[in-house]
T-cell receptor, first 119, second 112 residues
Framework: AQKITQTQPGMFVQEKEAVTLDCTYD???????LFWYKQPSSGEMIFLIY??????QNATEGRYSLNFQKARKSANLVISASQLGDSAMYFC????????????????FGTGTLLAVQP | DADVTQTPRNRITKTGKRIMLECSQT?????MYWYRQDPGLGLRLIYY???????NKGEISDGYSVSRQAQAKFSLSLESAIPNQTALYFC???????????FGPGTRLLVL
């Protein structure tokens, strides 16, 4: 069965430093997608970055990058130059099934990592 | 204006009451989802719909029902609310490619 594991319940990082949030996954599918979402204290879920299983390059979106290591089944989120506004809960998620056609596209979430950025 | 909206944003109800949570989207997406979030458990899928009148059970559908009468609207009902349905509920949408799901702001539900 598909599963997402986030082993860091919480982390501290100094402002302006980089931080890596860990995510490992388990799936027997050949085609899948990996996502990171940010949830600030206000509660909304904000999409950050996406990596497809066949993408050869690691995804990047501004200060966010996804360190995708397929053989190790890991999809770690790297936030460069942390800002106070980055303090939030971060969720790794995996799309079950193929992206196109009749796939379910259900997302399976990890339990999250709470990041606190210190001034 | 937000692409995915949820009403109400907060709701308190009593055990045994029937309540409905509404989700609307202006993204033109075919696929819509309902999730619930409990502390320490991440998000879990309740129901999903790929088109009008299409309904599929998710991981934790017991005690819930949904309705998709229009492409832009997907409503979640608790027929007889119980305290362990106290949670944060999210609606999400995606297009047919389904590469990214976009979430609404969430509804905080408290069942006393």
């Amino acid at each position: 069965a598909q599963k997402i594991t986030q082993t860091q319940p919480g982390m501290f990082v100094q402002e302006k430093e980089a931080v890596t949030l860990d995510c490992t996954y388990d799936t027997s599918d050949q085609s899948y997608g990996l996502f990171w979402y940010k949830q600030p204290s206000s509660g909304e879920m904000i999409f950050l970055i996406y990596q497809g299983s066949y993408d050869e390059q690691n995804a990047t979106e501004g200060r966010y990058s996804l360190n995708f290591q397929k053989a190790r089944k890991s999809a770690n989120l790297v936030i460069s130059a942390s800002q106070l506004g980055d303090s939030a809960m971060y969720f790794c998620a995996m799309r079950e099934g193929r992206g196109y056609g009749g796939a379910t596209n259900k997302l399976i979430f990890g339990t999250g990592t709470l990041l606190a950025v210190q001034p | 204006d937000a692409d995915v909206t949820q009403t109400p944003r907060n709701r308190i109800t009593k055990t045994g009451k029937r309540i409905m949570l509404e989700c609307s989207q202006t993204k033109g997406h075919d696929r819509m989802y309902w999730y619930r979030q409990d502390p320490g458990l991440g998000l879990r899928l309740i129901y999903y719909s790929f088109d009008v009148k299409d309904i599929n059970k998710g991981e934790i559908s017991d005690g819930y029902s949904v309705s998709r009468q229009a492409q832009a609207k997907f409503s979640l009902s608790l027929e007889s609310a119980i305290p362990n349905q106290t949670a944060l509920y999210f609606c999400a949408t995606s297009d047919k490619a389904g590469e990214t799901q976009y979430f609404g702001p969430g509804t905080r539900l408290l069942v006393l």
